[in-house]
């Protein structure tokens, strides 16, 4: 009898010490904080690879965009698998997103994800084949914040692409 | 006699073999290496502007690289829609200009890495008070060419 009541108040003290512990266990949880989740996810180019400039990172850091220029794009003809170089260069405070535009016949040939800084997209799938010749092109870039997601300036870039 | 048919055929294919290398010497090898042009140009990425503030410094176009052809430049011209637009009510909209030495800037012509264009933004007061509470925003887009210099 005496055994069972042992049995009985241990069992309980058992109990009362889980439920204890998980109490804990919930109190002690990382809330969820306001904020704590990125503002925004961007939709990352996923053919983009690393292209370094060799630029010095304790450098005075460059305020604005870096916007490269392009006056003129050599590409295999007759292909849509083309070799280009389509960069964000290091240090921008932005991703870039590429859309090429063939400009006679306002045409768009291409439109990258976003691109980081310090990355490039050199294999490129236009949306068709190009014939022999030139043809006067846009890189339209369209800008967005690293840290919030928000448009910024952007460029249009001239240039003549060369099919050969 | 089969000794001098030796000789003779050892001669004759040193000789052989020696006038192509002789004539290898004398040629000249021209190596042709081309430099296509490039440059970077440096844009504004935004700017705050204070409140009731007449003008504020917007940012600076600057040549940051430039391998260009003699008779080429860079040519940077600037598309603004003129106005900040609330982001909220983005029927309340702010006139503004952007000037280059209190002139308004629409484009300008660069020939070499360094040079620089610094601009400013310009509200009018009247323009401020007009305003309804909240943030405005533009954002401009430069087109950016490869032309002739003349």
């Given at each position: 009898m005496k055994n069972k009541k042992r049995i009985l108040i241990l069992s309980d003290l058992i109990l009362v010490l889980v439920i204890i512990a998980v109490v804990i266990c919930f109190w002690n949880k990382p809330k969820a904080v306001?904020?704590?989740?990125?503002?925004f996810t961007p939709v990352l180019e996923p053919n983009a690879v690393v292209q370094t400039d060799?630029?010095?990172?304790?450098a005075e850091q460059i305020e604005g965009i870096r916007i490269p220029g392009y006056p003129r794009i050599t590409v295999e003809a007759d292909t849509t698998d083309v070799i280009m170089n389509l960069k964000n260069p290091e240090g921008n405070p932005c991703y870039f997103t590429f859309e090429i535009v063939l400009t006679d016949e306002n045409e768009t040939i291409y439109v990258s994800k976003m691109v980081e800084p310090g990355k490039a997209v050199t294999n490129v799938t236009l949306s068709r084949a190009l014939n022999k010749g030139e043809y006067p092109a846009m890189i339209k870039i369209t800008t967005t914040s690293l840290t919030d997601g928000l448009p910024m300036n952007g460029a249009n870039v001239e240039t003549t692409i060369v099919a050969q | 006699m089969k000794k001098k048919q030796l000789i003779v055929t050892v001669l004759l294919a040193l000789a052989f073999s020696v006038i192509p290398v002789s004539a290898k010497a004398s040629n000249t090898i021209s190596v042709m290496y081309q430099v296509d042009p490039s440059y970077e140009v440096v844009i504004p990425s935004y700017t705050d502007i204070p409140y009731m503030a007449e003008m504020a410094t917007y940012g600076t176009i600057q040549i940051k690289e430039a391998v260009l052809e003699e008779d080429k430049c860079i040519l940077v011209e600037m598309n603004s829609s003129g106005v900040l637009v609330n982001e909220?009510?983005?029927q309340s909209t702010i006139p503004y200009q952007v000037l280059h030495e209190n002139k308004p800037f629409t484009s300008q012509k660069y020939t070499k890495k360094g040079e620089e264009t610094k601009l400013d933004i310009s509200i009018k007061k009247e323009d401020w008070k007009k305003a309804m509470g909240g943030t405005y925003k533009a954002e401009i887009t430069f087109t950016i060419s490869y032309v002739d210099k003349k």
């Open positions: 306001e904020g704590d989740e990125p503002a060799g630029m010095d990172q304790t | 909220e009510y983005p």
